[in-house]
């Protein structure tokens, strides 16, 4: 009993300083970033206890993950009032909010409609952006 709650205290200290580390960067970050801000802070953790508690804090809703370019997934803390929605330049790694009301209503609806609970749903938006963007001739697409 003793060392389960041991082990699970040392559970909570390391989910709390993975979530702080998390905060403090401004985007979405690796998992080996996030090791290597944690480790820079002198947080003893290793990088396998830092993907077991990303995915735990992902499963819990504390964190909204996406996917870069190469598949790689970055993860960013999820605001209070609810999940958001990403688009990430595939180039540089930039990442916006996206308004996804409809994408909620569109879920919600499917889940009434088929009588499911607890539907998840799981967004991804990549492209390149305005920086990033070669400039293309006048006309072809994207507009200034
Ligand atoms: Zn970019
Ligand atoms: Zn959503």
Redesign the pocket.
């Known amino acids: 009993m003793h060392e389960r709650t041991r082990a699970e205290w040392r559970a909570t200290r390391q989910r709390a300083a993975v979530l702080r580390a998390l905060h403090a960067c401004d985007t979405f970050v690796s998992a080996q970033a996030l090791h290597a801000a944690l480790t820079a802070d002198g947080v003893t953790v290793g990088l396998t206890t830092v993907y077991r508690t990303l995915r735990l804090l992902v499963a819990g809703g504390h964190v909204d993950v996406v996917r870069d370019g190469d598949g790689e997934r970055l993860y960013r803390p999820r605001p209070d009032d609810g999940h958001r929605h990403y688009v990430v330049?595939?180039?540089?790694?930039?990442s916006l909010a996206v308004d996804s009301e409809e994408v909620e209503r569109w879920v919600a609806r499917i889940a009434r409609d088929i009588g499911f609970h607890a539907v998840d749903h799981t967004v991804e938006l990549t492209g390149?952006?305005?920086?990033?963007?070669p400039d293309v001739p006048a006309g072809r697409g994207a507009h200034r």
């Open positions: 330049c595939r180039e540089c790694g930039l390149v952006c305005e920086r990033c963007r």
